[in-house]
């Protein structure tokens, strides 16, 4: 299995788009973020897990999970790195493979040392372009061709569901 875990506001800092929304609306921001991860998680079939530092973001320690990602805002003085490294160190076994997203260099060598893989920033983004990309051909295949049937109809029942379907005799 292979587990994704985002440094939330190091993206955020990172991308543009995302940059630019949290100069306007920090939570639109973080929102984005989540979408994006959404897609990512969904087409890639890895495990999402973004993990935001806790001092944008008042109370306790919150898990949320949002589109099949997992949301984990950190407690008062945790630090999103601290929480990522032990997250890579809980997670860590020999059916998993860690990869990390942030593109903080003190957080990257802590990472290597329990064995996680690093994803910077801009990695991830054009990773997530190709994503976005792909689906988009997926949708733009399947609304040429028209929805699919369950099961397989001669051309001639097609039609004469069609007609049916329209009202027609």
């Not at 998680?41 to 897990?49: C, E, K, L, N, P």
């Not at 008042?58 to 949301?71: A, D, I, P, R, Y």
């Not at 920033?121 to 988009?136: G, T, W, Y």
């Amino acid at each position: 299995m292979d587990i994704l875990i985002v440094d939330g506001y190091n993206i955020i800092g990172d991308w543009p788009e995302l940059r630019t929304l949290k100069n306007k609306d920090l939570a639109a921001a973080r929102d984005r973020l989540i979408e994006k991860m959404a897609e990512y998680q969904a087409y890639s079939g890895y495990r999402v897990i973004v993990v935001f530092d806790a001092q944008y973001v008042k109370g306790t320690e919150k898990k949320l999970s949002n589109h099949k990602v997992e949301v984990i805002f950190t407690r008062t003085n945790e630090t999103a790195d601290e929480r990522i490294e032990k997250l890579a160190i809980s997670l860590n076994n020999r059916k998993t493979q860690i990869h990390v997203a942030t593109s903080d260099f003190t957080e990257q060598w802590a990472i290597f040392g329990q064995g996680a893989l690093r994803k910077s920033a801009r990695e991830l983004l054009i990773e997530m372009e190709s994503v976005e990309k792909k689906i988009e051909k997926k949708v733009k295949k399947i609304q040429q061709t028209g929805p699919s049937s369950r099961i397989p109809l001669s051309q001639e029942v097609a039609e004469i569901f069609e007609k049916w379907r329209r009202g027609e005799r």
